[in-house]
């Protein structure tokens, strides 16, 4: 039997996970099994994680294929089991690290391409306009030109990141940020 004090501070560390997950604009659920299975010390089915957290087959289903597709949790194979078991990565950085990853993939990367279409096509309008409507156009220009620069700079940043890793490089920078006076 499993001692209450423990499965709270579980419970609270899950739920605090799920939330954090809302902010960034992942399912809740995701996030929820994520910190179980970060928590537990030996992996966990499916069959349990649905138990433990009271979500459905398919919500959990769906939240594993997702962890799995971003390298944040590994299918593990028992020998003389037919049962599929999860494991969380242990390390924070390298679990942040891919979920990085994932996100420049599946939101930077489009949300730049759209507002380089959005730039192009502000540029296209700008050529023939004439009088007030050439100045509207060309100070919008400008702040969707401004602002395009600075995701693009973004972009650089987050692949900066990316390339340091979490091997050597990315230790240096964690090293560095250390030493950046906190407000």
């Not at 996970?17 to 928590?39: E, F």
């Not at 380089?116 to 023939?128: E, H, I, W």
Request: charged share 30%; with cysteine.
């Amino acid at each position: 039997m499993r001692d209450t004090t423990q499965i709270e501070v579980e419970d609270r560390f899950i739920e605090c996970w799920g939330q954090i997950a809302g902010l960034w604009g992942v399912n809740r659920s995701i996030g929820r099994i994520h910190a179980l299975l970060y928590l537990s010390p030996e992996p966990i089915s499916s069959e349990a994680i649905t138990e433990r957290l009271r979500i459905s087959h398919g919500n959990c289903s769906t939240s594993l294929r997702e962890l799995l597709t971003w390298s944040v949790v590994r299918r593990v194979h028992r020998p003389g089991e037919r049962k599929a078991l999860y494991e969380s990565e242990q390390d924070p950085w390298t679990w942040f690290h891919a979920t990085i990853r994932e996100r420049r993939r599946r939101e930077v990367v489009p949300v730049l391409e759209s507002l380089s279409d959005v730039r192009d096509f502000a540029s296209q309008n700008l050529k023939g306009a004439r009088g007030k409507t050439r100045k509207e156009l060309e100070e919008s220009y400008q702040r969707i030109d401004r602002f395009t620069n600075f995701v693009e700079e973004f972009v650089v940043l987050i692949d900066a990141f990316l390339a340091a890793g979490h091997g050597p490089m990315g230790k240096a920078l964690r090293t560095v940020a250390k030493l950046v006076p906190k407000k």
